[in-house]
């Protein structure tokens, strides 16, 4: 499933967009109305694309963007706004973004926008190792299979899916066994261990007295 977080504070546009990018059934769609909306929005979760507009409440969409980088790892950008000057787009691609599209736009070329910008996200996080595939909870680095059980791919794509985020054993247990309420939570240490065998990079963390993260190395 990829995940867009998608700013834009006007209604009749969110509506617009958010019927076309439903046309691809493996698009999840999360909505912020202003920059703080985004801003949190890309704290709690992870993110393939963000598609921001510029001229939003609180927050501008190009404040977002030059904080993306440090939020989210291989997340690609596409600014969506009205402002079609020549300053405001030299400064969006100045603070890395990766596509520009000007209002009024056509629906169908965002969605081959997104396709062209995933591309290149995905082909850089295939690069650099890691790529999670949830579909069939595999966990591939370097386009090999890591051969992890379903209870080590449940453990490992929670903290995944939150980069930095500290999650102890008790939150943990919850996600591999939410029903049995009499597994001791240090059965996660030995899934972390067995985790971190298979695993050809250290990017599990210990949290002393807390429990564990995903932290890239």
Do not use: W
Not at 43 to 70: H, K
Not at 88 to 102: G, P, T, W
Not at 154 to 161: C, E, G, P, R
């Amino acid at each position: 499933m990829t995940r867009i977080l998608y700013l834009e504070d006007e209604a009749i546009m969110r509506e617009v967009v958010c019927e076309y990018l439903g046309l691809n059934e493996t698009y999840q769609v999360d909505v912020a109305v202003n920059g703080k909306e985004a801003l949190q929005l890309l704290e709690e979760n992870r993110y393939d694309v963000a598609i921001l507009d510029i001229m939003v409440p609180f927050i501008s969409g190009l404040d977002i963007l030059e904080q993306l980088a440090s939020l989210q790892e291989n997340c690609g950008s596409i600014m969506l706004t009205a402002l079609g000057d020549e300053n405001s787009q030299l400064e969006a691609f100045n603070r890395l973004a990766d596509d520009y599209i000007i209002k009024p736009f056509s629906p169908m070329l965002l969605l081959k926008r997104i396709e062209a910008v995933l591309r290149r996200t995905q082909a850089i996080a295939v690069q650099q190792g890691l790529e999670v595939k949830q579909e069939n909870f595999q966990v591939y680095y370097n386009q090999e299979s890591l051969q992890l059980t379903v209870t080590e791919f449940l453990l490992f794509d929670t903290m995944y899916q939150h980069p930095k985020r500290v999650y102890t054993r008790e939150h943990l247990l919850t996600v591999i066994a939410p029903d049995d309420f009499m597994v001791s939570d240090r059965v996660i240490d030995a899934h972390i261990k067995n985790l971190r065998k298979k695993l050809p990079i250290a990017v599990i963390k210990t949290v002393i007295g807390a429990g564990y993260c995903y932290e890239e190395v």
